[in-house]
């Protein structure tokens, strides 16, 4: 991506942004895949595990419909994370039928050092703001998880439509995509 190009109007700018924005969610996914096999998990384990640091009190259905994973899908997940050491199942006292997932501080701390150069390279580019760019970029990320969220459920919501239509396989090629025919064909 080209970092140096100066907008002059509105629609460019708007468009810039876009474009950097996505950019850098594309590689922010592609440093937390690194960061998963760095620490032997699966990504969408990861992922979650972001989730149950970053909230108190998750339950395992609270997650799930976070992710928008199946419950089912969650189990795995919670699997493996607590395999791992990095959570561990609390019942919760005043409900004994329900679950909190908390996390092992030593190893989300082992995580952070992992981690720490990449918080360092972001933390040194914040501190160039002053506190009011910094209040104005806290409610930039803020408006922004909002939309990540709401357009992921509506993704899913349509994901989940487009299987029940036939449309979608599961993980599988679109029913149109052009690969999906020659598979099919291949599989005879």
Not at 94 to 104: E, S
Request: with cysteine.
């Amino acid at each position: 991506m080209d970092l140096s190009e100066q907008p002059t109007t509105r629609p460019e700018l708007l468009s810039l942004l876009d474009r950097t924005m996505r950019a850098a969610s594309a590689q922010r996914v592609l440093y937390s895949h690194a960061l998963a096999q760095r620490l032997g998990l699966r990504q969408t384990d990861l992922e979650c595990l972001f989730i149950i640091t970053l909230n108190a009190d998750v339950t395992p259905g609270r997650l799930a419909a976070e992710t928008g994973l199946t419950t089912g899908a969650i189990t795995g997940v919670v699997d493996r994370i607590e395999r791992a050491g990095y959570v561990r199942r609390e019942r919760d006292p005043a409900d004994r039928r329900r679950i909190f997932l908390r996390p092992v501080s030593e190893r989300i701390e082992g995580i952070r050092d992992v981690n720490r150069d990449m918080r360092e390279l972001w933390m040194s580019e914040l501190k160039r703001y002053d506190d009011a760019e910094l209040a104005f970029l806290v409610e930039f990320a803020r408006r922004n998880y909002r939309s990540a969220v709401e357009a992921t459920a509506r993704m899913q919501k349509s994901v989940g439509a487009a299987r029940r239509n036939g449309a979608v396989r599961p993980n599988g090629p679109m029913a149109h995509d052009a690969a999906g025919p020659r598979r099919e064909a291949a599989r005879r």
